[in-house]
């Protein structure tokens, strides 16, 4: 298993859990897909002309139809960067996850994303968090201050965060070798797993522990 899957079963494992909160965070919201029409008029406006709210709109769209045309993505990037300074903490995650959905490689725009949600701390919401990461890892990109400061506000408290949530956390740490958490920040992500051992699959928690393994090699 490649590092880069050590988290796949866990990223896919849906459960329950008395210790964690009930209400949980609706992740499968930022992974709907839509079948493109040409009917659709998916591009009204060029995108170089577009405004910052439609210029959000083409972007999900493009991350719910999992284009792959790499030229609206670079297109999209310029853009993004041009009204940069415009989009707010929860606007950035959207265009994030819609570049993961589809994942496009792009540091340039992902760096200047995550200087941007680290200048809009005050507004993050603690169970959006893990979608921000997991869009990270999908890219390809690792921005060590934004993943340091991302844990850090899930750790005051990770069972907020849903089972889903902790399984995007986990698999966004195959993202690099080069970023090793703390063995108390590992050991809180991965409580929640031992104590509710019962209710995960087998893959899952051998995942865990080959990914821990991983990390020390």
């Known amino acids: 298993m490649t590092a880069r899957n050590l988290g796949l079963y866990a990223f896919k494992r849906h459960f329950t859990s008395p210790s964690l909160h009930k209400k949980q965070p609706k992740y499968d919201t930022y992974f709907k897909s839509t079948a493109l029409r040409v009917a659709d008029g998916f591009i009204i406006t060029p995108i170089h002309y577009q405004e910052p709210r439609e210029l959000i709109k083409t972007v999900v769209k493009g991350g719910n139809y999992r284009l792959e045309n790499r030229n609206f993505w670079i297109r999209c990037s310029s853009a993004v960067l041009y009204h940069a300074d415009s989009f707010s903490a929860k606007e950035l995650l959207q265009i994030a996850n819609a570049y993961g959905r589809v994942k496009h490689h792009d540091p340039t725009l992902f760096n200047a994303i995550a200087k941007l949600f680290l200048q809009h701390e005050d507004e993050w919401k603690l169970g959006e968090l893990p979608i921000v990461l997991n869009a990270f890892r999908a ?79």
């Open 139 to 217: 890219c390809a990109v690792f921005h060590k201050q934004l993943f340091k400061t991302v844990l850090s506000a899930i750790l005051k408290d990770v069972n907020a965060i849903g089972p889903q949530g902790l399984a995007f956390t986990l698999h966004s740490l195959t993202v690099t070798t080069d970023f090793s958490p703390s063995k108390a920040t590992m050991d809180a992500l991965i409580m929640p797993v031992f104590n509710n051992i019962s209710q995960f699959s087998i893959e899952v928690c051998c995942c865990i522990h080959a990914q821990q393994i991983a990390r020390r090699t």
